[in-house]
Structure formats: C-alpha cells, structure tokens
C-alpha cells in the first residue's frame, strides 16, 4: 500500500483498494448517440483528463467499424472510417467522462 | 466560482476526483460468462453475451478479464426485459470472462455511510460506492505490433476497451479466364489479461471466401479494406469488488 502524506481524502474498507488523494476516478458527463462524424463541447473537460468509450457498433460485415474519438481543449470529436461500397455506418453511443 | 459543497482533487494531476456536480463511474454488477464454440465463420473465435440490467439511453461501461483475447463487439438495448446485452468474442472455444459492469451509481437508501455528496437533494456520492479505478492505460495508433503491459501484482484487474481497432477486407482476385474470387475478412484487437500481464493479438471473427464464373455470376466486385486504428484499454482496479 502507498504511503501518503498530505491526504485530503482516505476511504480504507476491507478488502477493497484503498482511495486516497492519488487514486484516479472517472466522473460521467455524459452520453451521445451517433451515426455520422460530429463533435461536442463541454467546460468540464478541463476539470481532468477526458475519455470516453465507443459502446455499440455491428457484427454485420455491410457495416463500417465504429467512430474513433479524439479530444481538443474541451471539445471531443467522432469520426468513422471512410465507409466502402455496401457498407453503412452504425448507431453508436459515446459515452463521455472526465478522470 | 461555481456551488459546489464538496470537493476531492487528485493530489499529482489536480483533476477532480469527486464532486457534487457529475457521478462517479461506480460498479453497478459483476458476472461470469463463457463463450460457445468455435464459430464457423471464422473457425478461431468463439461468442458469448453480457446482459446487464439498465435503462434505455444509460449504456453501461463494461470491463473484462480473461486469460484469452477478447473484445466488445456490440451492444443492444431489449425494451422488454429491461436489459442491455452486449456480444463478446474471444479467441477460441469455452472462455470463462468475468465482467463489470459501471455506470451512474444508485443511490443506497440504507444507512451506514460514512461520507455522501448530494446534487438538489439526490445523493450522487457515497464512500460505500465501489468506484472504477483507473491504474494504467494504453491508447495510440495500432501499428505492426500489439501492444502488451504489465500492471503491479496483488491486485485484481479488469480491462474497459473503450476503443477497439477494426477491420474489414474484401479481396477480389482473378483466378482465370471469366472467374474470380472473393474474401471476406473481419478482424478485431482483443486484450488478455493473466495475472498483471496485460496483452493484446488480433482476432479474425470472419473469413469467407467464395468462387464464381463470369457469367453466370455478375462481374467481379471491386476490392476494399476499411479500418479503425485507434486503440484504447484501460486498466481497473477491482480487487474485492
């Protein structure tokens, strides 16, 4: 176990990992679902480190692979590979947080 | 300055931890599931399903472990039985992969709590939530090689894929006077985890091929290849959960 000085916040339970001022968390802003390229800005960005996960996609091999997810300041973008012939993007939902 | 009551910075990046404003991502239920056979569609992967009870619009983040390459490949929301279901495959057959699922927390009526934080009177923190712990990550461009890590021992892991690279390729090859030959191949990055060891290899979900004659069959189709490269695993703490 860490040692650490200067806490502000220790929760020790038993059994579980304790969370103290250098555990790192995720804070849930929110949701988008999505079907073609776009992007969002949200101030809270800035308050960490953003992430988020592409949840959704298809097994159906007429589909494109799901968006990639890049973040800039405090905007994050989503973008599809270029579809091929046949193929149609899928309805995906974004699910965005700060850590 | 905004009104919040309560605030938890992490002391080495300063982003906040906790506060009154946005939940935290907290464990919401954990299972163990074990995929089928080997498919025939590719003759290397095997299928199993996540169901996690939820509301529609609120998709949980689902991580993973398993000793052998495995990946999200969709998710679906049944209205009727007020589940959300998730496809998992793996590389080969019968794979035990234990799952949690995170989201919102709800709210624990019972008392007991040490400390909670509460948004417009609905408590949105409590220290008996179990919360997702980020110990590592990896993200970046997959390039020739996949990438591997090892995490500190002692402790149980999960993986939450929240980006998984993609493929999909259809080769058309001429294979002599009016006759062709179609491929069809559908690939995934999977992750592993043994222990602390955290690995990734892809997994081919679909190969098809096909032979046909000009006529009767139509001209042959062109070629494609589409692509998500961008990879990004991170790495939960979960001992006790």
Redesign the interface.
Known sequence: MAVVSGWGLRIRRPGLSEFNSATIVGRILGRITVSDDGSLSNSAFASGEPRAMVSGGVSQFNATPPPEVTFSGNTMSWTYPTPAPGTERPTVTIIYWVQ | MAGWGFR????????????G?????ALLGKGTITTGPVEPSSGVHSVGSISVAGEP???P??AVRCTAAVA????SYDGGSGEWTF?VVAKGAARSVTWYAF??PAAIATPGW?VRVKKAGTVIWD?RD??????GELQGIRGATYPSTSLPAG?TYAL?????????T?SVTNTGFNSYRIE?M?DRMGWSLNGASVASENIR??YASGDYSVPPAPPP??S???????Y?C?FL?V???
């Not at chain 2, 404003?21 to 991502?25: D, F, S």
């Not at chain 2, 999200?72 to 998710?75: G, K, N, Y």
């Not at chain 2, 939450?160 to 999909?168: D, I, Q, V, Y």
């Not at chain 2, 494609?224 to 961008?230: A, F, Q």
């Open positions: 938890s910075r992490n002391s080495a990046t300063g982003s906040i931890q906790i506060d404003e946005n939940p935290n991502i619009g609120q998709v983040l689902i999200l490949a969709s998710s496809q989201g919102e040490g220290t179990k919360p997702a712990v980020v110990v402790k939450l894929m929240a980006m998984t690279p993609e493929s999909k259809q069809n559908h979900t679909l189709p062109g494609w290849h589409i692509e998500s490269k961008r990004h991170l703490d001992t006790g959960f």
